[in-house]
């Protein structure tokens, strides 16, 4: 028979992990449940938001001809992922041409032009003071809009 203070120990290190899972610094038993359900509904609304994204990219046309777009909010950024089945050259320097004008430093990225075009692009924008200055939002229609513009330009070619 397991013990009370086995299953005391097994509790407080379950909680443990959980905590460290969703990244809380909360020390009670109860702040730590309180802060994982908050980011569950987190991760949530961040499926809902790239189930819209597919979506969007699904009803948009051809589908293998515009990328899908997605921004996240981060303590201190944004993560941009943009994704299309098909290879787009000249794409990534418009990109990168709006971060600049957007004022994000991109911290990290991941990129793949082969067959298909593929961003994973950590960026912060903070000013002076720390705070930030622009939008999730405001990222995406950036980005879009210089989509948008690089595949006009390329139909004219």
């Known amino acids: 028979m397991v013990s009370r203070e086995h299953k005391k120990a097994a509790l407080h290190e379950k909680l443990q992990l959980l905590r460290s899972i969703t990244n809380s610094h909360a020390l009670s038993e109860t702040s730590i449940i309180v802060d994982a359900s908050k980011y569950i509904k987190e ?14 990219g699904e009803n948009s046309g051809d589908q293998n001809s515009w990328p899908v777009v997605a921004v996240e909010t981060l303590e201190k950024g944004f993560l941009v992922n943009i994704h299309s089945e098909k290879s787009c050259p000249g794409l990534l320097v418009s990109i ?56 006009e330009s390329n139909e004219q070619e």
């Open 43 to 56: 991760l949530k609304q961040r499926v809902e938001r790239l189930n819209q994204d597919i979506a969007y």
């Open 96 to 151: 990168l041409e709006v971060f600049e004008g957007l004022g994000l430093n991109v911290l990290e990225a991941r990129v793949s032009c082969t067959d298909s075009f593929r961003l994973e692009a950590l960026g912060g924008d903070n000013d002076e003071n720390g705070e930030s200055i622009i939008s999730a939002q405001m990222v995406k229609q950036a980005v879009s809009q210089a989509i948008k513009n690089w595949s």
